[in-house]
């Protein structure tokens, strides 16, 4: 039986809760109820108050592909809306193998508390210091946690943009092989877990087998066709390996959609250079690896391991919007720079969109050239002095940044940095910025899919007709994808197939060992957004906060001539009633 475990940050005291309420729920849902339940939603999100949940999906823990995602949620510094964040790495599977569905930061250390490591084993768990990776990068850190607990343990941790609480700080996931590289970036969750003084916390589950299902024959014949229904499609089986999530770039790039210098065009003229394409070549010279999973169990493994010219390890994870967001929107392109630049975030735990959204504030700002990829390095890496005042300024994220550099471009919903799809010219993915709980994010409701990809429907990319239907029906499938710890990308196999939801629900079913329906699915959807509803809304949101920024109405995008033409008011319709 799963539970929920709850640690006070304050007292160091830690208490098993049966699921009680909460029981059904695992991932984004149980995130969400959670802190809808007990966080008051006008609370300071640095404060006592705010909760820390790290939720394990419900298919998570078992054979099941690709089910091995972690949901952080709490309520965000940097949007100040409820925050659900998603990241690959270990942890998910670990933490479910330890028999906990969700993990419960809580409280707030004393005025000058030092920072802690919390591990977590099947014994119990013990609080240690960790003054010695106090301002420590995470990989520095993760070299010294698996001195101490083993290469084989599954880890999240900050860097120093958590630790001083920083708007754009990330929580950072250890991955198969140990490195850091597996962000829950958005919100600025980083800064939640740093308020709380835990610097990592590490899951040792040796002896914890993998959770039966009670219908063993039904689940492993249901997760056998699973399996076959991501490698038989051509994005999951072939295109996303082959490429990673980059090859992107070249599509978005041909579409017009690619946002370069700030979203001033939608067209990068060296888009080639850092293309999926340039990017696996790159890695088969060097001795890399084009396809690596980010979590075991991964069957697509749209990750890759990135090496630099000497072939020794540089990142992984490198993906499509950390390539454009350092790429064709600072208009760097070398693919060195750009991977050092992913690198760096990483280590100091920061968010790669809304720091590739930050660089470029400083280039419009004046503060470094266009271009310039050992320029914007060094301000990534001035956030790990904590004393350091452009730090400071850098590690706040794109707005605040906008803010101190005197710049009126500001490319944010609800305060969060857009992604690597221009809203004028893939309007689906502009009316998922506007109207999802979580500030501007392309996951919530991925429209690029029918906009552009042409997977699970097709609509005019650049015209208004049907994108408030699919953003919204995205937005629903997303939630429950996100609940059931499902990797998103699963979703492009899953809406050309007609069985991908069945065996879905046909898992869940013999998992739990009661009737579990396609309808189920869509309900676990429609109850996680409904309460992210009431959180933001709880906590003064509005129409009025649905809106992209002006210059997006004003501006014409090249080479199409579209301008965002949706209201406020017509955007509604895309929200779960
Ligand atoms: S497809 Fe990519 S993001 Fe998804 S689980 Fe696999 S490696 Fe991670």
């Given at each position: ?112 508390a030092g920072l802690t490591s919390i591990i977590i084993t099947k014994d119990g768990v013990r609080f240690e210091s960790a003054s010695d990776m106090e301002g420590l990068g995470t990989y520095a ?84 066709r699973w399996a076959q229904i991501l490698l038989g499609h051509p994005v999951t089986g072939q295109g996303l390996p082959g490429f990673g999530t980059a090859i992107l770039i070249n599509i978005i ?325």
């Amino acid at each position: 039986m799963s539970k929920i475990l709850r640690i006070n940050t304050r007292t160091k005291e830690y208490r098993f809760e049966d699921l009680g309420q909460y029981a059904g729920l695992g991932g984004r849902a149980l995130t969400s109820r959670i802190v809808l339940d007990e966080v008051p939603a006008t609370c300071h999100a640095l404060s006592a108050a705010n909760k820390l949940v790290a939720a394990a999906g419900i298919l998570t823990g078992t054979i099941v592909a690709n089910s091995g995602r972690i949901s952080l949620g709490a309520k965000s510094p940097l949007t100040g809306t409820i925050k659900e964040s998603n990241s690959g790495g270990q942890f998910a599977q670990k933490l479910a193998k330890l028999g906990i569905q969700a993990l419960v930061l809580e409280d707030k250390p004393e005025e000058g508390a030092g920072l802690t490591s919390i591990i977590i084993t099947k014994d119990g768990v013990r609080f240690e210091s960790a003054s010695d990776m106090e301002g420590l990068g995470t990989y520095a850190s993760m070299d010294k946690i698996m001195a101490k607990h083993g290469a084989k343990t599954g880890t999240m941790l900050i860097g120093p943009a958590g630790e001083t609480c920083r708007l754009a700080a990330s929580v950072q996931f250890s991955d198969p092989e140990g490195h850091p590289a597996r962000a829950a970036g958005r919100g600025g969750l980083g800064a939640v877990m740093g308020s709380k003084k835990v610097k990592a916390i590490v899951l040792d589950d040796a002896g914890c087998p993998m959770l039966p299902a009670v219908d063993a024959e039904k689940f492993k014949a249901a997760a056998k066709r699973w399996a076959q229904i991501l490698l038989g499609h051509p994005v999951t089986g072939q295109g996303l390996p082959g490429f990673g999530t980059a090859i992107l770039i070249n599509i978005i790039n041909e579409a017009g959609a690619l946002p370069t210098k700030n979203f001033r065009e939608g067209r990068f003229e060296h888009a080639a250079a850092i293309s999926g394409e340039a990017i696996a070549e790159t890695i088969t010279k060097r001795g890399g690896k084009t396809k690596h999973g980010c979590h075991t169990g991964c069957v697509i493994q749209c990750s890759q391991v990135y090496v630099d010219k000497a072939g020794k390890y540089l990142t992984s994870g490198f993906e499509y919007e950390t390539v454009w967001a350092f790429g064709a929107n600072t208009l760097i392109k070398d693919l060195d720079d750009i991977a050092a630049l992913d690198r760096a975030c990483d280590d100091m735990g920061l968010d790669t969109i809304d720091l590739g959204n930050t660089i470029a504030m400083a280039m419009e700002g004046g503060i470094i050239p266009w271009g310039d990829g050992k320029a914007a390095e060094k301000l990534i890496r001035s956030v790990g002095d904590k004393n350091d005042s452009m730090g400071r300024i850098i590690g706040n994220g794109t707005s605040f940044a906008a803010q101190a550099f005197g710049v009126d471009r500001v490319p944010v919903v609800k305060n969060q940095a857009l992604p690597a799809y221009d809203p004028r010219s893939v309007k689906g993915i502009g009316v998922t910025y506007c109207t999802t709980t979580q500030g501007a994010d392309h996951t919530a409701g991925y429209a690029v899919c029918q906009n552009i990809l042409k997977v699970g429907g097709d609509v005019a990319p650049r015209g208004k007709e049907g994108q408030i239907e699919i953003s919204k029906n995205l937005q629903v499938a997303t939630a429950a994808v996100d609940s059931l710890g499902l990797c998103l990308f699963v979703a492009f196999a899953v809406l050309d197939n007609a069985d991908g939801v069945p065996c879905i629900a046909e898992m869940v079913s013999a998992l739990i060992g009661k009737p579990y329906t396609v309808d189920d699915v869509v309900a676990l959807g429609v109850s996680t957004l409904k309460d992210e509803l009431a959180f933001n809304k709880a906590a003064g949101f509005s129409i009025a906060d649905d809106q992209l920024p002006d210059f997006f109405r004003n501006e014409k995008l090249a080479p199409h001539g579209t301008v965002w033409d949706f209201t406020a008011e017509e955007m509604q319709a895309a929200k779960v009633g």
